[in-house]
């Protein structure tokens, strides 16, 4: 008998894993990075700050896929039961 790979462990258990968890914080990061580019020229007017607004966009979306997993774990753990 075999172990489980991490997709197939994911399949089975139903739960989420590290993969998913990565995927949203990856997702919030590039969305929050490209939305803070655009917006950035749009305000200023200059690469300058869509660099600012695409570097400060990617922090926060870090920020927000981080809180986004870790609350989904703290979730999934204690109060879903």
């Not at 008998?1 to 919030?28: C, K, P």
């Not at 655009?38 to 920020?63: H, M």
């Amino acid at each position: 008998m075999r172990e489980l790979t991490l997709s197939e462990a994911e399949q089975v258990g139903g739960g989420e894993s590290w993969g998913h968890f990565l995927a949203n914080i990856q997702d919030l990061s590039a969305f929050g990075g490209t939305t803070g580019s655009i917006l950035g020229y749009a305000i200023t007017g200059t690469v300058q700050g869509a660099t600012r607004g695409g570097f400060w966009g990617g922090g926060i979306g870090f920020a927000a896929g981080f809180g986004w997993g870790v609350g989904s774990a703290i979730y999934d753990s204690f109060l879903s039961q």
